[in-house]
């Protein structure tokens, strides 16, 4: 029988979520029989024992990781999430591919702030999201993440309403949403701009809709993100992101997970 491994991604991309991204993807790979979880720098130590994989369950998001992960999808081996789309995932590229399908995102400019945001990846630490309130200066606050090195960065405006984490896997029905101050359960708290929630009412069959729709564009199937839902029900996508921790649907999402990956597996015969 051929090998499964499940790799898990650096904990520089982990902010407050180290082990629950690792419960999530030990979850997944119980379920599966996979007996090899390992970090992504790991997998660099590795790489040349791993000709006999058939699938690699990846959340890992090191350039280095993602290079690996092409060559052995190109050898016939199965993987989740896609390399290519873990790269989509990067903010200034998710949101221009929103922007060709016409997808809800919040206005470039408002009248109660505006958030500047790392563009060339996920968030790993807490200035690569910052509310800039109405009085204070957006380009001095873009300069402050060019001087830290990171040069790609996305300004958009505040749009006051509930914050709604969303999360999906691709093709399995699998669709959840809840509100992250109802529990408190928070990377950053930085929900706490927007305030406790309304529960205003949306389309949540809208919402599953798009953001299926985008992971597909993206090409990732393991997905998660964050909409704003204001006072009349309209939603914006703020964020978007390969393989969240899934930490309040963790029994649900590993099912979800496992049966797309299997399918995936039997599908390609191995």
């Known amino acids: 029988m051929k090998r499964k491994v499940a790799v898990l991604r650096d904990e520089s991309f982990s902010p407050h979520s180290v082990e629950k991204d690792r419960a999530i993807l030990e979850e997944v ?27 690699l369950l990846s959340m890992g998001r090191l350039p280095q990781t993602l290079s690996f992960l092409t060559g052995m999808m190109r050898k016939g081996t199965v993987v989740i999430n896609n390399p290519k789309g873990v790269e989509n995932c990067a903010r200034n590229v998710w949101q221009r591919v929103m922007r060709r399908m016409n997808g809800p995102l919040p206005p470039d400019d408002g009248p109660f702030g505006h958030w500047v945001k790392r563009g060339d990846g996920a968030a790993r630490e807490r200035d690569d999201v910052v509310y800039v309130p109405n009085g204070e200066s957006v380009d001095e606050c873009v300069a402050r993440f060019h001087k830290r090195g990171v040069m790609r960065v996305s300004v958009s405006a505040h749009v006051p309403g509930d914050v709604v984490k969303f999360y999906g896997v691709v093709g399995t029905g699998f669709f959840r949403f809840c509100y992250p101050t109802d529990d408190g359960d928070t990377k950053f708290s930085l929900e706490r701009i927007n305030g406790s929630a309304h529960h205003y009412s949306f389309d949540e069959r809208r919402m599953k809709v798009v953001a299926e729709g985008l992971a597909t564009a993206l090409g990732v199937d393991v997905y998660g993100g964050d909409c704003i839902v204001n006072e009349n029900g309209q939603f914006f996508f703020i964020d978007f992101n390969d393989w969240p921790s899934f930490s309040r649907f963790i029994d649900e999402a590993a099912e979800a997970i496992a049966s797309m990956a299997t399918k995936r597996l039997e599908k390609d015969g191995q």
């Open 29 to 55: 790979a119980r379920r599966m029989d996979i007996g090899e979880v390992i970090g992504e720098k790991e997998l660099m130590d590795l790489e040349k024992r791993f000709d006999d994989c058939s699938l």
